[in-house]
């Protein structure tokens, strides 16, 4: 058995020494490069653009290149790779829950190592507490929150209709999701012309899982990303649930659903309900034909969701210049105005209270109420699944739902062999 690994020391103060800058002063300028995860242009891409376009004409000393680099898995293996090679971002925007692998692998400092001020400490303590867990290690905060979310129930309130439900009532637990979705369902003969549920098994299964295991009353892993926890019994009753609404109750389409035309499918009419992150609220708002609503996830013996989405992470590489420069960029692209306008423009959540104070705010929240589920979802939220050497843990888990979702295995057994090699992954970090 290998000796447990102990923290390195924390990169902080002068280690910028420790490697070169991507990207170094050019022509009076302090260069900033940051990586952020969009595979094809678009809005969001315009939207960054304009930020980084208004910081600029206000901070003239700093120059700011963003880079879109694909999916956020392309976004961390591409800012590992440069990094290590001494060539990296200044900034990236991953995933929250990479944090653990990438403090493991010395590649980025505390941001709280770089806040100078009371107002800086302000700063940083304005954030929602459950979006700033995922990034708090070792007694430091390694993330800015930044496009988070959460996951919540979109139903189409149509199809809730015609069905004989209640069409301004979302079901409040597992009896009443099974109850409704049995409802919603419409067969045509032998083919099934409308679902009731879906729920994406691609891209982030374990992510939905975890919605599943909250409500049942568990996590899937102990807050020091040392331990899991997947085959406690709460898991088990979780995850048969989620095949029962295939093989028991016939509302959910058999086998593996995928994450990328769950959306497709709602705004199509072929289910409905869904559960998705919130950032595809306004993507469901912009295009949906029919009048929809969105809710909390249903509760079993608590309600519950686990939260999501990337944070920004300050690389190694960044000189003590570019350390300034980005809190300047980080602070300017998080205040409450800002934070509010991404939240309208894009579906995620708002990251920090004051945000949904501002005047932008609230008139939309007048007109859309439904932009608010996710923000008051934060109460129940648990910390998305996060533990040492991250991608494998949850690539077994996630291997092993999917063989459960397909049928190829019983839902003890695959989460047995979940917590067997996710055991073993972590062995070396367990404390």
Not at 223 to 245: M, R, S
Not at 264 to 290: P, S, Y
Request: with cysteine; aromatic share 10%.
């Amino acid at each position: 058995m290998p000796a447990p690994l102990k923290r390195r020391t924390l990169l902080t103060g002068a280690a910028g020494a420790l490697a070169a800058p991507a990207i170094v002063r050019a022509q009076g300028k302090t260069a900033i490069e940051f990586y952020f995860p969009v595979a094809v242009g678009g809005p969001i891409t315009r939207i960054i653009d304009d930020y980084v376009a208004a910081f600029m004409q206000a901070n003239p000393d700093v120059a700011v290149k963003p880079i879109y680099a694909g999916s956020y898995v392309d976004t961390l293996t591409k800012a590992v790779t440069a990094t290590k090679a001494g060539q990296g971002p200044t900034l990236a925007v991953t995933l929250a829950v990479d944090a653990y692998t990438l403090v493991d692998d010395e590649l980025i400092v505390p941001i709280d190592g770089i806040v100078a001020t009371a107002e800086d400490r302000a700063w940083l303590d304005s954030f929602y507490p459950a979006f700033l867990r995922n990034g708090q290690i070792d007694g430091h905060t390694w993330g800015v929150p930044f496009q988070r979310s959460t996951i919540v129930m979109y139903w189409n309130k149509d199809a809730f209709r015609e069905a004989g439900l209640d069409p301004e009532r979302a079901p409040g637990n597992w009896e009443e999701l099974t109850a409704a979705a049995m409802q919603a369902t419409r067969r045509e003969g032998e083919r099934v012309a409308r679902w009731g549920i879906q729920v994406p098994g691609t891209g982030f299964t374990y992510w939905l899982f975890q919605a599943f295991a909250a409500q049942a009353g568990t996590e899937l892993a102990n807050a020091n990303g040392t331990k899991v926890n997947f085959n406690d019994p709460a898991c088990v009753e979780a995850l048969q649930y989620w095949i029962d609404l295939t093989s028991k109750y016939k509302v959910h389409p058999p086998g593996i659903v995928d994450w990328g035309t769950t959306p497709r499918d709602f705004l199509e009419g072929k289910v409905a309900m869904i559960w998705h992150t919130t950032g595809n609220l306004t993507n469901i708002k912009a295009n949906a034909k029919f009048p929809f609503g969105v809710a909390m996830l249903p509760a079993h013996k608590r309600p519950g969701s686990p939260t999501g989405g990337g944070n920004f992470h300050l690389f190694k590489g960044a000189s003590p210049a570019q350390r300034a420069a980005s809190l300047r960029l980080l602070r300017f692209l998080t205040t409450p105005e800002r934070a509010a306008k991404w939240c309208i423009d894009t579906g995620y959540v708002a990251t920090r209270p004051d945000a949904w104070e501002t005047p932008e705010m609230r008139a939309y929240l007048a007109a859309f109420p439904a932009a608010a589920v996710a923000r008051d979802q934060l109460k129940v939220a648990v910390p998305e699944l996060s533990t040492h050497d991250n991608q494998r843990v949850t690539q077994v888990l996630d291997d092993e739902l999917q063989a459960a979702l397909l049928g190829s295995k019983p839902p003890r057994a695959a989460l047995d062999q979940a917590q067997a090699s996710g055991t073993r992954l972590l062995r070396a970090y367990a404390r």
